[in-house]
């Protein structure tokens, strides 16, 4: 029972939706992450969460913590997040706009050496998303998608190192309207 299985991921992503819950000041949004999780909750096999949850815990990717009525809540720990965090980013897509607004997204960073894995998973991440690679250490897409690398900056914890900027134009920018079929 590893958490790269599927139904493990998939309870690992639920602990992940509890803290966002948790984290949201947004009513819409709390209800938003209600309404996606108490149908997946449901369709999980009571006695597999609870190999799963006895499995994570072990693995520490999760923690206990007993409450004076005798509930027990389960925590996801530094470790289950990112874990968790790192299957989230497998989904990651950006959504594309039935029309151009004829702006330029700049994703540039300079990641230092000793954070050379992060740099190279950033590069990987962006070139997954069809984020066009301008030089080694910057990317343009032509739609909004600063969610999405505030997403995986925080996965990656680069923050420091990363900025993103909205730009009206780009030198020989035909060729990157060629590349995203905006001509």
Same mark, same amino acid.
């Given at each position: 029972m590893k958490p790269h299985n599927p139904i493990g991921q998939k309870i690992l992503l639920l602990l992940l939706a509890g803290t966002a819950?948790?984290?949201? #000041?947004?009513?819409?949004?709390?209800? +938003? @992450?209600? !309404?996606?999780?108490? +149908?997946?909750? +449901?369709?999980?096999? !009571?006695?597999?969460?609870?190999?799963? @949850? !006895?499995?994570?815990? #072990?693995?520490r990717l999760v923690s206990y913590k007993e409450e004076q009525d005798g509930t027990i809540n389960i925590i996801l720990t530094e470790k289950g997040r990112k874990k968790a965090l790192r299957y989230k980013l497998e989904e990651l897509a950006i959504k594309t706009p039935l029309e151009w607004d004829k702006k330029w997204r700049l994703v540039i960073f300079d990641i230092p050496e000793k954070l050379k894995k992060a740099r190279e998973a950033l590069r990987y991440e962006l070139k997954k998303l069809n984020i066009r690679e301008l030089q080694k250490s910057v990317f343009v897409y032509p739609y909004d998608c600063e969610d999405e690398i505030n997403f995986i900056v925080e996965v990656f914890d680069v923050r420091p190192y990363v900025r993103y900027i909205t730009a009206t134009k780009i030198t020989n920018e035909e060729e990157l309207k060629l590349h995203f079929e905006l001509i």
């Amino acid at each position: 029972m590893k958490p790269h299985n599927p139904i493990g991921q998939k309870i690992l992503l639920l602990l992940l939706a509890g803290t966002a819950l948790g984290l949201t #000041r947004s009513p819409a949004q709390y209800f +938003k @992450i209600i !309404r996606g999780t108490i +149908k997946t909750w +449901k369709q999980i096999n !009571r006695e597999e969460l609870y190999r799963y @949850i !006895r499995e994570f815990y #072990r693995s520490r990717l999760v923690s206990y913590k007993e409450e004076q009525d005798g509930t027990i809540n389960i925590i996801l720990t530094e470790k289950g997040r990112k874990k968790a965090l790192r299957y989230k980013l497998e989904e990651l897509a950006i959504k594309t706009p039935l029309e151009w607004d004829k702006k330029w997204r700049l994703v540039i960073f300079d990641i230092p050496e000793k954070l050379k894995k992060a740099r190279e998973a950033l590069r990987y991440e962006l070139k997954k998303l069809n984020i066009r690679e301008l030089q080694k250490s910057v990317f343009v897409y032509p739609y909004d998608c600063e969610d999405e690398i505030n997403f995986i900056v925080e996965v990656f914890d680069v923050r420091p190192y990363v900025r993103y900027i909205t730009a009206t134009k780009i030198t020989n920018e035909e060729e990157l309207k060629l590349h995203f079929e905006l001509i």
